[in-house]
């Protein structure tokens, strides 16, 4: 996102991480194709902790990836995914912390933590939205009369977790909390009418919801063929 004033990455993805598939970790390359050079971004926004978010933030050698950048990230999350002591508990708890580990604790003095209700930059506000993680963030972004919601994890899916927005995914750190986050949030949403880009929903993952029964409906955003 650029604002005029700064040059702004959501999430960063996996880097070169292939545990979720041999597709992903198209981040750095894809930007650079858009004319982006990383180094000109300047504050990079992590929703949380997690694999698929934030281990783009430093390269294989050990290099940050965005050097120039501020890192923002709930404190609560920080703290939680970079527990030296969860790395005795074995199995994808413990592959997750030390990626964390890899990612995170290296830029620590470039973080700037994200709370709830405040700007981590003119007209980015985080949106505390735990459940998901335990520090996980959404990030309302307002220019001018117009708003979008980037809502991170909040939903995983546009139709099972939507429709039925109760349902418990297994990759929650505490399920129920995760569900009164996620309800809170899409009510607000559906009800002031704000469009949204959704991580985990079918590219580009932009558009809209709507209230329906328990749950909601999701209004995918046109493609525009012409630029």
Request: charged share 20%.
């Amino acid at each position: 996102m650029n604002t005029g004033r700064n040059l702004i990455l959501f999430d960063t993805g996996m880097g070169t991480a292939k545990a979720f598939g041999p597709t992903t970790g198209k981040l750095l390359d894809n930007i650079k194709a858009a004319g982006i050079d990383p180094g000109q971004i300047d504050l990079v926004a992590v929703t949380h902790a997690h694999i698929d978010h934030c281990w783009a933030l430093m390269s294989d050698d050990a290099k940050p990836n965005f050097p120039n950048a501020k890192v923002t990230i709930s404190k609560t999350d920080y703290d939680w995914w970079t527990d030296e002591a969860k790395l005795s508990q074995g199995g994808w708890l413990k592959d997750f912390v030390a990626g964390a580990r890899k990612h995170l604790v290296p830029v620590r003095d470039r973080i700037a933590w994200a709370e709830d209700g405040k700007e981590v930059a003119p007209g980015i506000t985080a949106m505390f939205s735990p459940g998901h993680t335990v520090g996980h963030m959404a990030y309302l972004i307002n220019s001018g009369s117009q708003s979008l919601v980037f809502t991170g994890d909040l939903c995983h899916h546009q139709v099972l977790l939507l429709q039925r927005p109760r349902l418990e995914f297994a990759f929650d750190t505490d399920p129920k909390q995760a569900v009164a986050s996620r309800m809170r949030v899409f009510d607000m949403i559906a009800k002031d009418r704000l469009p949204i880009v959704s991580y985990h929903f079918p590219f580009p993952g932009i558009g809209h919801v709507t209230k329906q029964g328990e749950g909601y409906l999701w209004h995918p955003a046109p493609m525009k063929m012409v630029l």
